[in-house]
């Protein structure tokens, strides 16, 4: 079968901006019908006036029997991931006509090289599924009981849900051809609603530029240099980054949907640790609490890592010190499938409790700058 690329490179990253926007309704798979070309293993050519649109993507079908097979089930038909690049995920979007089938399902790429690793390798990219929650009274009672220790252990639970804002920011120094950029990335979070990692990079030459990605209950979106974009994909992958955070975690523990459920415990960098298993939205993760003082040592969770591929990491957590009242954590080691992981590995050099946000943080700016 032959794989079409017509459309060229198409990516969207959380950390850069998006010069080029795909159009949020686009034909997929250059007009291919997805029916057949599952059920048959075929390229037949849609037509117009068979047209159903899901998602961003607008598919086209060879019949109103096929279109109508697709809309009785569209997730087993339509695009995989919601249109992120399979091999990169999170924010990285897929060209729609560039397309390769993996056990019965349609994956799309940013870039031929990802096509190309993807097709040699599907198992490497894909998220493996995860295992079910324990649902015994004894291990959520357990699970209640580990996160309320952690919870005393911050600072208590009064000071914990007082917090209205929490920011952090950490600088990181990038050794180019060049020169040294310079790079800042500061996260914050308003309570209740609002995320936003902003980026500002300094040159060499001393000029710089900041871009940053927002994330509200109702919206995600990129912007710097007077432009806006909307996040196209992955704001399941922006919520469990960023809902991962001790504090933006621990405050959601009386959400309906938190749910916790201890799992006994392991030895973690020599240490004996209690785990509790969190899940809230996207969010899931394991707490590994420290049995005496209930201070949370590490965050364990699955995810993509260097290079896209999906493993486990564990994200030990030290250098703690007050800030605000709560006693928290400024650094962060990482490993990825047991291995040191730069990429999460950082030293945070400022934290910021309670300070206001203005609100334009949170709000779009106009498409155009204006």
Known sequence: MRHLRSLGLALLLVSAPAAAQTPEVADALDGVDPVILLQQNKEVFGKSEFAAVRGRFRYLFSTAETKATFEKEPAKYEIALSGQCARMGKTVYGNPSDYFIHDGKIYIFGSDDCHKQFAAAPEKYLPKPAPAMPDSAAAKTKGRELIERVVAKLGGAAKLDAVTSYSESITQVQKRAQGEFKITTKTMWQFPGGARIERTNQRPDGQSFTFATVLTPTDAFNAGQGRSSPVLVGRSSLEMDLGRHPVALLKARGAKEFVAAALGTTTVDGTTVEQVRVKKGAVDVTLHVDPKSGQLHSIAFDDRGPGGVYGHFV????????????????????????????????????????????????????????
């Open 315 to 370: 994200l030990t957590l030290g250098a703690f010190r007050e800030v605000g009242g709560l006693l928290l954590p400024h650094e962060t080691r990482s490993l990825f499938n047991g291995e040191p992981d730069q990429g999460l590995t950082a030293t945070i050099q400022s934290i910021e409790v309670n300070t206001p946000l203005d609100a334009a943080l949170f709000t779009r700016p106009p498409a155009d700058g204006k």
